[in-house]
């Protein structure tokens, strides 16, 4: 949704990354242009892949506030079956040393840098029951939207994995485990009907967060 303001100029700085197996946006239409950039990427990451850098970051005084935007919201999901799933989510979680808070009721739109996190509904997202677009600079994560289909979302179990699995990402998991037990692997979760972290999931989580 444009707003009219002017993107402040620190957002260009931001690394943003997709969770889930989402194609990465590409503003390049010129096909000879395409090697050249690619290129320049892989110059760019060629250092991190030399130091074996791993990706991650974390919410900084460790609380990730969530508020929810119900548009959209499918017929069979009431309030409280998302209330009931963030609360989850939370006490899930929590093991790993970071708050999850409910931040209320919001109209506030996706995907913006406006430190305001928002879950809510998305008519599609082609293959995918759900995206979290965690935005970070540094190892600081400073907004992660989570957008659920509502499509693919009809009852409150299939909702209570995914919000749980999404959060994950937006405290800073942003990859997939290839544990089939994990809470975290890509697809198994909704399969197995996992709704938990596995203890390999909060160790990992708590590695991140373990600073006093
Ligand atoms: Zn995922």
Excluded at 20 to 30: E, H, I, Q
Excluded at 109 to 116: M, N
Excluded at 168 to 186: K, Q, V
Aim: glycine share 6%.
């Amino acid at each position: 949704m444009p707003t009219g303001k002017k993107a402040p100029f620190w957002r260009f700085f931001v690394v943003r990354r997709k969770g889930g197996t989402a194609r990465p946006d590409c503003s390049v239409k010129l096909p000879f242009m395409k090697p050249i950039v690619f290129l320049l990427a892989l110059t760019a990451l060629l250092p991190v892949v030399a130091s074996g850098a791993e990706e991650f970051a974390v919410w900084q005084n460790k609380r990730y506030v969530l508020a929810y935007n119900p548009e959209g919201q499918p017929e069979s999901i009431s309030d409280t079956d998302v209330i009931d799933a963030l609360a989850h989510a939370a006490q899930v979680w929590a093991p790993c040393g970071v708050a999850v808070v409910f931040g209320g009721f919001s109209h506030k739109p996706f995907d913006q840098l406006d430190g305001v996190n928002v879950m809510g509904w998305q008519k599609e997202i082609p293959g995918l029951l759900a995206l979290t677009l965690p935005q970070y600079l540094r190892r600081i994560l400073l907004d992660a939207d989570i957008r659920l289909n509502r499509a693919l979302i009809h009852d409150p179990a299939t909702l209570r994995r995914v919000v749980a699995h999404e959060v994950g990402h937006a405290l800073g998991l942003f990859d997939h485990s290839t544990d089939l037990d994990s809470l975290m692997n890509e697809k198994e979760f909704v399969r197995r009907g996992v709704d938990t972290p596995s203890a390999a999931d909060l160790a990992l989580c708590r590695a991140r967060y373990n600073w006093k």
